[in-house]
């Protein structure tokens, strides 16, 4: 049985995902800040109390995670908040570097012990971190995390290959959660469903590319 755990959970992707992979058969260890009756009646193993955006959460998952060793982690969890040149707020751009960059370097580092060899990690990120392909501007704080997030990725797929884990980072699409104000073209069922055929066709080979989770491999 594969063992997976996955941050931000609760709602949104992270659910969809937890869904889809559950009824594949995989054990599943869902964290998140707060549960929500969907995760609740999923019948999963949840920890709760959990924020990767805040200093000390590598150490609280690694305690809560232990007893257990993964072959998939699917760092989800991410914030999205929409800053313009005109009207800055620096606060908001510190807080989604802490959650949607530093947030899943947290989740990997305290992890470390119990990943196995020839395990998988799936970093959710964004086409909005893409340098090459930004031609829109604005949402500074998001835009700099995820790129920050895709280099981490990269670094994570070399240091990781000894122990034959592969890395991925995944682009889910404009999809329809509340954290996109349920704008988008994408449901969050059909979103996991091509996440999970990337992470099933990650190998060693393809580690510490950037997926749309169609299968187009997207410009850094």
């Not at 992979?21 to 998140?32: E, F, P, Y």
């Not at 995820?146 to 884990?165: C, E, T, Y």
Request: glycine content about 10%; proline content about 3%.
């Amino acid at each position: 049985m594969t063992t997976t755990l996955i941050t931000g959970a609760n709602r949104g992707i992270g659910l969809a995902l937890a869904e889809h992979l559950k009824a594949r058969g995989h054990s599943i260890t869902a964290a998140c800040r707060r549960s929500s009756p969907a995760l609740d009646a999923l019948g999963v193993r949840v920890l709760s109390g959990v924020d990767i955006g805040q200093n000390g959460a590598e150490r609280q998952l690694a305690e809560l995670a232990a007893g257990q060793t993964y072959d998939w982690v699917i760092a989800n969890a991410g914030i999205l908040q929409h800053e313009r040149l005109e009207s800055l707020d620096f606060d908001s751009v510190k807080t989604q570097l802490e959650v949607n960059a530093l947030g899943p370097l947290r989740t990997v580092f305290a992890l470390l012990p119990y990943l196995r060899e020839g395990g998988k990690i799936a970093l959710i990120t964004s086409r909005m971190g893409s340098i090459a392909d930004n031609t829109s501007g604005s949402y500074y704080g998001y835009r700099m995390s995820k790129a920050a997030l895709n280099a981490a990725g990269v670094s994570l797929a070399l240091d990781l290959k000894p122990r034959r884990i592969a890395v991925a980072l995944l682009h889910p699409g404009y999809v329809r959660t509340d954290m996109t104000a349920n704008h988008g073209s994408v449901a969050p069922h059909d979103a996991a469903a091509q996440l999970i055929e990337r992470i099933e066709a990650l190998n060693l080979e393809n580690s510490g590319t950037l997926w749309h989770a169609n299968g187009e491999i997207l410009p850094w």
